[in-house]
């Protein structure tokens, strides 16, 4: 096969190359360069957009002795993640970029690019597993569930799977990825995993939120609507976040608060007990299928944050979404992330949290 | 991996067996030049020879050739070092390589003499763009992504009559034309091995006798003290070994050069639909740039290399992502056509059989590229 190795730097990525080179096919590596200004370089965690990554991810390709282009997507990023993400803290949700990139960048523009260019498929190094039966291909977590990225890859649908490669989503041995990249010579087994949005490299959210989206000063109050403290913007808040809140009145039984609501309309945080987050039934919005679209009613389990445990709950089709009820109550699950439907292990389909229920 | 086709000549020419002998033998050569013992003796005496030889091929004296770590430190030492406190203005073409056009966007009031839509220099508009204060006009000899030859002479008139000195970047030319700085006129042109054949590392400033130049590196003062730092004895040789080779072949290579571009750009117009030939008018026989509008460069790149053929877009990147040609832009192209242009550039070792072997497959690349756009 052609293939076309997504290399962001990290080692994760370059061993998923190699591996796709000894397995004889015809491998050549692509770096995104998502940002317009790429910073020369960064301290602690790295993510996508420095020089020092692409001149990772080209050394990288060197030692392997594939060909490696860097490809310039900085403007869709910007158009298709960044300005969503922006947009969507506005509206007083809690999106997630990676996601959206996945989905709109690496297995769609980078994915449509390749194949005009006669590419097979794209191969990342996420830890996820695909198997073919016959033409039915499935998407299933990663062997070690610690590392599993079922859930960032879950919104692609059948094409797109069709044409992806995850060479370490097999693997079983803790670490030994970073120890197979030292044996094949690649100077970036050391390299520090990512963590961060990519392009927040200096990790504060609030910060580049504020510079997007201005500070607009209003009321946090509680759930009997009486005013217990201010804040500078909506967009600075996630529900079911409990930290940063300087409220200024205790709540009366002494025990922590949350917050429970955004409303950038009203310029309101609402803030309650925990018990106030307890969401029973998710109403989901944009439903996209690995496979084939599954109607009516079924029982599966669901995540609905990037680490989070898998929920069982019965999941029932909609009229254009996804209506989830969960078995137990689950807390903090905040409106624009993703919730993604599993079969057991494998991953059936997700869909964006556009509302919730207790 | 099958035989690959190097048709990037311009960005580097591979060391021929001649230039690495002569670079073996002065690297067996122990010591420093500029040592006063007898293996610092012999050291020099490799150096100078390579010196006398590089200045005949220049057509300047010895004492005219100024060793430099290449072409872009040359550049750099001529337009930061040649204009005396009263005259400190600077006037370059808009078609600069780099390391030209970088050192003018860190200089104020740096006048930009405009090119015509084949990239020649626009000669009825420099005078107005030069003054009293102009100290040094910088013209390149021969552009470096679509082979324009430039008016050089013409220039080094306009410069002299202003009271301005005359400086040409003639990497891309020297071993391809004719190149004799004495009867050109200039005061002062920038030379490099590797773009002839030579070795990567060392080029050379010619500095015409009785030019007045401040040096912008200090140290041990060797180059008539307008260079500090070690000369690399060897790479000198390297560099006048390629420089006679290439001197001794050059009409011929001329002539059949001219005509694989000429076989080259007339295939790829009759062969692929909506071609633009950015190579025209009196131009350098080693370069052919072609803009395949509607496709991006990167594209036909990454396909024309999986197919075995090692092309350019000749123009800077920045964190690897291919910027649209200024040059280009500077002629007047849109910035989408200058995103979709390639050179191609070629070296001794360019065979016919090369330039059939990319009309092959050009049309079927572009094609793929363009649908991928």
Known sequence: ?????????????????????????????????????????????????????????????????????????????????????????????????????????????????????????????????????????????????????????????????????????????????????????????????????????????????????????????????????????????????????????????????????????????????????????????????TESPVDGSWRGLVQVRAHGEALPALVTATDGGLRISLDQPAYGIAPGQAAVAYDGDRVVGACTIAGTAA | MTARTYLDHAASSPCEPGVVEAMAEAFAVAGNPSSLHASGRRARRVLEDARDSLAADLGVLPGEVVFTSGGTEANNLALLGARPPWRPGLAVSAVEHPSVSAVRERLPGVAVLPVTTTGHLDLDAVAALLDARTGLVSVMWVNNETGAIQPVAEAAVLAHATGALAHSDAVQAFGHLPVDIAAS??????????????????????????????????????????????????????????????????????????????????????????????????????????????????????????????????????AGVHQPSEVLVAMGRSVDDAGSSLRFSFGPDTADAAIDALLAVLPGVVARARSAA
């Open chain 1, 1 to 289: 096969m052609r293939v076309l190795a997504a290399m962001s730097g990290g080692v994760d990525s370059a061993v998923a190359a190699a591996r796709l080179v000894d397995a004889g096919h015809d491998v050549v590596g692509v770096h995104l360069a998502l940002s317009k200004n790429p910073e020369a370089y960064r301290s602690g965690a790295r993510g996508c957009c420095s020089l020092e990554d692409s001149h990772d991810a080209r050394r990288a390709a060197d030692v392997l002795g594939i060909p490696f282009y860097v490809w310039d997507f900085a403007e869709r990023f910007a158009a298709d993640v960044v300005a969503d993400f922006v947009s969507e803290y506005a509206a007083g949700r809690t999106p997630n970029p990676c996601l959206r990139c996945n989905e709109k960048i690496k297995f769609a523009a980078v994915l449509e690019r390749g194949r005009a260019l006669g590419f097979d498929a794209v191969a990342t190094g996420h830890y996820a597993r695909l198997e073919r039966d016959g033409d039915r291909m499935s998407l299933y977590r990663a062997a070690e569930p610690a590392k599993d990225q079922s859930y960032v890859l879950g919104v692609l649908d059948a094409d797109q799977l069709r044409h992806s490669l995850f060479p370490l989503g097999g693997d079983t041995a803790k670490a030994g990825v970073r120890a197979e990249a030292a044996a094949r010579g690649l100077s970036l087994a050391k390299k520090p995993d990512s963590h961060d949005i990519c392009f927040i490299p200096t990790g504060d959210t609030a910060g580049f939120l504020h510079s997007r989206l201005g500070r607009r000063a209003g009321d946090v109050v509680d759930l009997e609507g009486q005013v217990v403290g201010a804040h500078s913007g909506t967009h600075q808040f996630t529900v079911g976040q409990r930290h940063g809140l300087h409220l200024s009145v205790p709540a009366e039984d002494g025990r922590p608060r949350y917050v429970v609501g955004v409303d950038p309309a009203a310029n309101t945080v609402t803030v309650g007990p925990r018990t106030a987050l307890a969401v029973r039934v998710i109403e989901g919005i944009r439903p996209t299928w």
């Open chain 2, 185 to 318: 006129g200039l005061d002062l042109a920038s030379v490099s091995a590797h773009k002839l054949g030579g070795p990567v590392g060392i080029g050379a400033l010619v500095v015409r006798r009785g030019t007045p130049l401040s040096p912008q590196g200090f140290g041990g003062g060797q180059e008539a003290r307008l260079r500090s730092g070690t000369v690399p004895v060897a790479l000198a040789a390297g560099f006048a070994a390629a420089s006679r080779l290439a001197a001794v072949r050059r009409e011929t290579e001329a002539v059949r050069l001219g005509r694989l571009r000429d076989r080259l750009i007339a295939g790829a117009v009759a062969a692929v639909p909506d071609v633009r030939v950015n190579t025209v008018g009196p131009c350098s026989p080693a370069i052919a740039n072609l803009t395949f509008t509607g496709a991006r460069a990167d594209d036909v790149l990454l396909l024309l290399d999986a197919q075995g053929f090692d092309a350019s877009t000749g123009s800077a990147c920045s």
